[in-house]
């Protein structure tokens, strides 16, 4: 399966996360990145979006139902077949799609 995605992530969100990791490399640990799990669903939301990111969790943390910290969203705009793309889902529960026209 191959596919292209958007991923739209806020400018605060971005911040937040350099603070963290700022915060851990000045108490003494070493930081070398961050790790994402990304999920594509088979159905879009209500803004059309399919893509989701959060920052990845130990076995620990999903075992401990930990909460996840949600990175953005986004949307498949290309796909080789075996997965649809956001245009050629079904449009979502108002009855319109997402515009293509708005990059944010």
């Known amino acids: 399966m191959a596919s292209m995605n958007d991923l739209w992530v806020k400018y605060d969100t971005l911040k937040k996360i350099m603070h963290i990791l700022e915060s851990k490399e000045t108490s003494g640990e070493e930081v070398k990145g961050i790790a994402l799990t990304i999920a594509v669903n088979d159905q879009a939301n209500n803004y059309g979006q399919n893509v ?6 130990s076995k620990e943390q999903r075992e401990a ?7 953005g969203n ?18 979502n529960k108002n009855g319109s799609q997402a515009n293509d026209d708005d990059p944010f």
């Not at 989701?52 to 969790?57: E, F, L, P």
């Not at 139902?65 to 990175?71: L, R």
């Not at 986004?74 to 449009?91: A, C, L, R, Y």
């Open 52 to 57: 989701s990111a959060y920052i990845s969790q």
């Open 65 to 71: 139902n930990k909460e996840k910290f949600y990175i």
């Open 74 to 91: 986004g949307k498949t705009f290309w796909s080789n077949g075996s997965q649809k793309s956001v245009k050629e889902m079904d449009v």
